[in-house]
């Protein structure tokens, strides 16, 4: 029986937004387990949640789980110096002091970046590999959105991939990487390791692998793998990281290097041959609410517009309200928008009670370019303390803590206020408000991609809208500094550099 030890250090960093994330975020964040040590990692992912329930559940007892620690926070600005050497430390500590094991797991991200270290992945296994030396093989789990490195591929002996966004397999994600690890403990640590980066950047609207190409590509890399094959991963990568070595990858892990490198070149190919077919339209504000409208008129469901660069999920502030004024500015009729991060709002909504009026400036406090308050003379429809539990595929049924919450209504608008963010990837974040989402015309919400798990059920149609926000669309606009020269911003885009 081998002793494998595990741990989880988690973050999805947007560098271009102005608000870091620091240590209470990882210890207190409202839609996730906040930092966990030795057994409560364990009775936490004993059924469900993340990667590492499923590495848990396919180890099937036959070897020593041994908990290091597991952190994760919400999408955001870059992880402080503070946050990223304390927990990273004491995850080290506490490797150091489980000595000896015979393997590795870590249930990563793959687009951190701290203050410091551009890549938060590669240096934390860096350091992993430092101490546990040379022989022990060391099994990652990365999100879909993962900027992978050189430092990744090579520290690392096997990189399981997420294989879908919207993510639901996390759990499956972790299985496999379950079985990788039983392989490496009994052939040892793969000669062959293989890593191609393409030459553009994908916005993550165009990352959804619930259609194509990027349905297509997944599956073709699933087909590649042989038994000569450790693992094989696609991943699209994270535009708003701020690092040379930001994009789409593909890495292989493999026993000869000439599979490795076999395996790696077919799959980065042929998403090389699929450039042209990633662009979908992106409206603006206005165009969009006018568009929602116009099919909202003989729908049967409801229309469902993304504020995608305003998704807390990958880093936004949650508290833009562009799409709101267009909203009201266009007279929308059963429309429903959120979730709106401002504190100062739901206090006041909780103070004035259910059936008031009150008038006041909503959201727009981040310091953002086009990013304002929205003026009006709302309804105070309903309030809550913001825990509910999740029902999506996404959510996993995991407890929500959003802090004092609000529906309030103008015109034949309603607007979801949190005192938290959080991204709209669950019905529950509207439902647990007492919103009927089958009876709204047109649900406007905060998300790019995860929220279609859950909505496009109850959905006419979806699409995507383009109102200031911390999380561009269009990496074209974002102030590159890291970024390696000759990277085209989006598929058949203007280069970096260039």
């Not at 590649?224 to 990281?241: Q, V």
């Not at 395996?263 to 990633?278: C, R």
């Not at 029902?391 to 609000?406: H, I």
Request: hydrophobic share 40%; charged share 25%.
């Amino acid at each position: 029986m081998a002793r494998i030890a595990i741990a989880g250090f988690m973050h999805e960093t947007n560098c271009f937004v102005p608000d870091p994330t620091d240590y209470e975020d990882f210890t207190h964040p409202a839609d996730r387990p906040g930092l966990l040590r030795d057994d409560e990692l364990l009775e936490e992912f004993e059924e469900k949640g993340a990667s590492t329930a499923g590495f848990m559940a396919g180890n099937d007892g036959n070897h020593e789980i041994y908990p290091l620690l597991w952190a994760s926070a919400t999408p955001g600005g870059a992880v402080t110096k503070r946050a990223y050497e304390m927990i990273a430390s004491e995850l080290i500590s506490r490797l150091s002091q489980a000595l000896p094991v015979e393997g590795v797991y870590l249930d990563l991200h793959g687009a951190m970046v701290s203050e410091e270290h551009e890549d938060g992945e590669g240096e934390l296994l860096r350091r992993v590999r430092a101490v546990v030396g040379e022989d022990v093989p060391i099994v990652i789990s990365l999100d879909y959105h993962a900027n992978v490195t050189k430092a990744m591929v090579a520290h690392a002996d096997a990189i399981l991939p997420y294989r879908t966004y919207p993510h639901v397999d996390q759990y499956d994600t972790g299985k496999r990487a379950a079985v990788a690890m039983k392989r490496l403990l009994i052939e040892g640590r793969p000669a062959g390791r293989a890593l191609r980066q393409l030459p553009f950047l994908l916005p993550l609207n165009f990352q959804c692998t619930l259609v194509e190409p990027s349905k297509g590509i997944v599956e073709a890399a699933m087909a590649r793998e042989n038994e000569d094959i450790l693992s094989l991963a696609y991943l699209a990568g994270f535009p708003p990281a701020d690092l040379k070595e930001c994009g789409p990858t593909v890495s292989v892990h493999a026993y000869t290097q000439e599979e490795a490198d076999t395996a790696a070149d077919e799959i980065a190919q042929l998403v090389a041959l699929k450039e042209a077919a990633f662009a979908e339209p992106l409206l603006q504000p206005d165009e969009a609410v006018q568009e929602a409208m116009r099919l909202a008129a003989t729908a049967a469901k409801p229309i469902v517009v993304a504020d995608t660069q305003d998704n807390p999920g990958c880093g936004g502030s949650a508290d833009t309200v562009g799409m709101l004024a267009a909203l009201v500015g266009n007279d929308a009729q059963d429309a429903v928008f959120g979730v709106v991060k401002d504190e100062n709002v739901a206090k006041i909504a909780h103070e004035a009670g259910v059936g008031a009026e009150i008038e006041l400036d909503l959201g727009g406090q981040t310091n953002l370019p086009g990013v304002e308050p929205f003026h009006g003379r709302f309804t105070v429809e309903v309030v809550n303390d913001g825990r509910y539990d999740t029902t999506g595929p996404v959510s996993q049924g995991k407890p929500y803590d959003v802090g004092p919450s609000a529906l309030l209504s103008i015109g034949g608008v309603k607007v979801a206020i949190s005192s938290r963010r959080v991204q709209a990837l669950d019905r529950s974040v509207f439902e647990h408000l007492g919103v009927v989402l089958e009876e709204q015309k047109i649900i406007v919400l905060k998300s790019t991609c995860h929220y279609r798990a859950h909505f496009d059920p109850i959905a006419e149609t979806t699409f995507a809208a383009l109102a200031p926000g911390g999380h561009g669309a269009n990496p074209a606009d974002f102030p590159f500094d890291k970024l390696r020269d000759g990277v085209r911003y989006y598929p058949l885009g203007p280069v970096h550099g260039g």
